[in-house]
């Protein structure tokens, strides 16, 4: 009766990327609310310290790899503007959101002005664009990963960023974040650190086609994109992969840390696949992106 009465107190109330896919798409939403309602899920966010945003812009552009008109958005840090050269922050959204709402609880502008330790974070920019529902992998007629690698980044590099001495980092939440790993494997010549939040990590294909039947187009799909098989891949690459411990990705989300190389960065801490853990990882996950793609 508890999960049966209450899946919808449990959809409302697990907001952020890939909380609602979970509970609309039955991974244990009963489980997932017993947890907010027994505490697992409590998060404490240390309070947001920001500057003044940067400018933004927003536009819309035709993706042959995805067959179809691709929003995009770029945020530039205070004190820089459209023209500045910039290491660049790919920013890939979750499971059922679009470029609008790649961060939890604040947007791309906010983000690179957040304050750390009354600091400000290293000069970078970042962007995000459409993906799909597609896990950011590819699948028949629609390919969001060579979007992304062929279409959008060579966008960002006429505006300079990411471009020669500037490097590429990729940072993701829950789908977002299992796209973040992917593209780090399939292109670490191309990205230099990577940071994940939640990622939505499966075991199997098996698992993955239970809950979401559109996450891979077949078996070997999943085979060709299972960051956990390919995660030697990231031996060059700065890796930061944060998850909770009542997560329901948590299984994915051990396995893939004993797979990564030496070097890497897991942070398994008290939480779930909600917006509570997302916003806390936030502030951290670009701390370490900055470090990596500055030096700084």
Wanted: contains cysteine; charged residues 10%.
């Amino acid at each position: 009766m508890l999960t049966a009465g209450l899946a919808g107190a449990a959809a409302a109330g697990l907001a952020g990327a890939g909380a609602l896919e979970l509970v609309a798409r039955g991974v244990l939403p009963g489980q997932q609310l017993l947890n907010r309602l027994d505490g697992s899920c409590s998060v404490a966010t240390p309070p947001m310290c920001f500057g003044t945003p940067g400018p933004s812009v927003s536009g819309t552009f035709y993706s042959r790899a995805r067959r179809q008109p691709v929003g995009y958005a770029i945020a530039w840090p205070p004190g820089h503007r459209p023209g500045s050269e910039l290491p660049l922050i790919v920013a890939l959204h979750g499971f059922g959101a679009d470029h609008t709402a790649a961060l939890a609880g604040m947007s791309m502008a906010q983000a690179m002005a957040l304050r750390m330790d009354r600091q400000p974070l290293p000069p970078m920019a970042i962007a995000a664009a459409d993906g799909g529902p597609g896990y950011w992998n590819p699948h028949p007629g629609d390919d969001p990963m060579a979007m992304v690698i062929s279409e959008f980044i060579p966008l960002c590099w006429r505006r300079g960023l990411g471009r020669g001495p500037h490097p590429i980092g990729t940072l993701g939440i829950s789908m977002g974040g299992y796209g973040a790993l992917l593209l780090a494997e399939k292109y670490p010549a191309l990205i230099r650190a990577v940071a994940a939040i939640g990622p939505a990590v499966w075991t199997s294909y098996r698992q993955a086609r239970a809950v979401n039947q559109g996450a891979y187009a077949s078996a070997a799909a999943f085979a060709a994109a299972d960051v956990v098989t390919h995660a030697r891949a990231l031996a060059g690459v700065a890796v930061r992969v944060a998850s909770g411990l009542s997560d329901p990705f948590h299984p994915g989300v051990m396995a893939l840390s004993q797979a990564l190389p030496p070097g890497a960065v897991v942070d398994i801490a008290p939480g779930c696949h909600s917006s509570p853990f997302f916003l806390a990882q936030e502030p951290p996950s670009l701390a370490f992106l900055g470090r990596h793609l500055t030096g700084g």
